[in-house]
């Protein structure tokens, strides 16, 4: 599932999260694991509890989001799976979505037996470890290394005891890039020779600046996704500890490099000064303003419909230096649904090598199962779009590459101080080295009142 812009929680949302941590959570992402067993009537539970008779009559709610094929799934699963139905809810409204879980899971009241969780609220519910069934009682262990490690590892604790959700789609980072600008500015326009000339950063900044100075035009198309593209490449860690939740944005090193090199970029003139999600930015990608975008597999979509008559002129290459991922969503089972062990049943079989391969094909949902990106119905696809490329070997590298990453519930705020700081940069010409100072200043401030 896409994750689209990030949104700040409303106060009632938030204070309902905070009644919800102190329930049994941490509000660390599973940093307090012992919590995850307090409730011995569940979470030691076998995994026959809450098994019906087979004979009974079972309805499952679940609650989705967005562009799934989730419905027409649970409508093939009920014609093997006769006593059990699967009423599904669909909305497009991320936050809704996520606060009215948060609502229901404080009142007691009103959970879905299934909710389809976006990574970009991840967590706030492992926080609330014991408003879940912990689906490691249910045989979640024996189906783990079918996935990608780092995807499984977003919705784990630390220790691993705990598993809110199984893994569906994920969103890898590459180089989206116009192969006809890319060459008549002097750069190799296959997806190798291109992803060879920006392999390293300082290629990258090299490359881009050549670019500038040869078409008088930014070479990417702006700072946020310049910025994530290296932020995201953190070894294990971001702006907060895994360990303990402390700020260490000041001291890790990719930080300070991914601002550094968007700061570079701003100066040199490489990166457009437009803003993400807005019309100019959409309409850059339609009439050559930019050559590159730097984002998730999803990104496609937003490429295509932004710039529908640039088909078959766009490549997809591989990020330098390795790649993060933005993006993708988890299905758990909340504690209220009654019928566990039928829940996790049906969400095994929806998150199988099959079905997420099926949710490729019909919704461009990129999978987390690695053996796909071997499979000849996987890799073998071509996107007359981006000129015939075989994309999805593009986005299974990426997603190859991509490391386990702590984030923290503070990330995105934390990270809004960065961005405003390179807005300055971009739009005031304000000091980078003062900007950062504030950012750093305002990020530690927060994390003392988190």
Avoid at 45 to 60: Q, S, V, W
Avoid at 407 to 435: C, M, S
């Amino acid at each position: 599932m896409r994750k689209a812009k990030h949104l700040a929680l409303s106060l009632a949302a938030v204070l309902l999260v905070a009644s919800l941590a102190g329930c049994g959570g941490s509000n660390n992402a599973g940093n307090n694991t012992e919590n995850s067993g307090n409730n011995a009537e569940n979470s030691n539970a076998p995994a026959t509890e809450g098994a019906a008779d087979p004979a009974d009559k079972i309805e499952l709610s679940f609650w989705t989001l967005g562009n799934v094929n989730y419905e027409e799934l649970a409508n093939e699963y009920t014609k093997e799976h006769p006593n059990v139905t699967v009423k599904v809810q669909n909305t497009g409204d991320q936050t809704a979505h996520h606060n009215n879980l948060t609502t229901a899971l404080s009142a007691g009241s009103g959970a879905p037996d299934i909710f389809q969780l976006e990574i970009g609220f991840m967590e706030r519910f492992l926080g609330a470890q014991d408003k879940f069934y912990n689906l490691n009682d249910y045989g979640a262990k024996d189906i783990q290394a079918n996935y990608l490690d780092w995807k499984w590892k977003q919705a784990s604790s630390v220790d691993g005891s705990f598993q809110l959700g199984l893994p569906t789609d994920i969103g890898p980072t590459v180089v989206y890039y116009r192969a006809d600008l890319a060459e008549a500015a002097g750069l190799p326009a296959d997806p190798d020779g291109f992803g060879a000339a920006v392999d390293t950063w300082d290629k990258f900044a090299a490359a881009a600046k050549a670019y500038k100075e040869k078409t008088g035009k930014p070479f990417v198309d702006l700072t946020d996704l310049t910025y994530n593209a290296l932020r995201d490449q953190s070894a294990d860690e971001i702006y907060f500890s895994r360990a303990d939740g402390t700020f260490i944005g000041d001291t890790n090193p990719q930080v300070k490099k991914a601002y550094d090199f968007t700061v570079k970029g701003i100066q040199e003139g490489w990166i457009s000064n437009v803003m993400l999600w807005s019309p100019e930015w959409g309409q850059g990608m339609s009439d050559g303003s930019f050559a590159v975008v730097m984002g998730p597999a999803w990104m496609a979509g937003n490429i295509k419909s932004n710039a529908p008559d640039s088909s078959g002129k766009w490549k997809i290459a591989q990020l330098p230096e390795g790649a993060g991922n933005w993006g993708g969503s988890f299905i758990t089972l909340p504690k209220e649904g009654k019928h566990p062990k039928e829940a996790y049943d049906f969400i095994q079989w929806l998150v199988n090598k099959d079905n997420q391969l099926e949710s490729f094909k019909t919704k461009g949902l990129m999978p987390s199962v690695p053996a796909l990106y071997e499979d000849p119905a996987f890799k073998d696809f071509k996107d007359e779009f981006f000129g015939g490329q075989q994309t999805a070997v593009e986005f299974g590298k990426s997603a190859n590459r991509v490391k386990p990453v702590y984030y923290g519930p503070l990330h995105d705020q934390t990270d809004t101080f960065f961005k405003n700081a390179l807005k300055n940069v971009l739009e005031k010409k304000a000091d980078p080295a003062k900007e950062w100072d504030e950012a750093v200043k305002q990020a530690k401030t927060l994390a003392e009142r988190g």
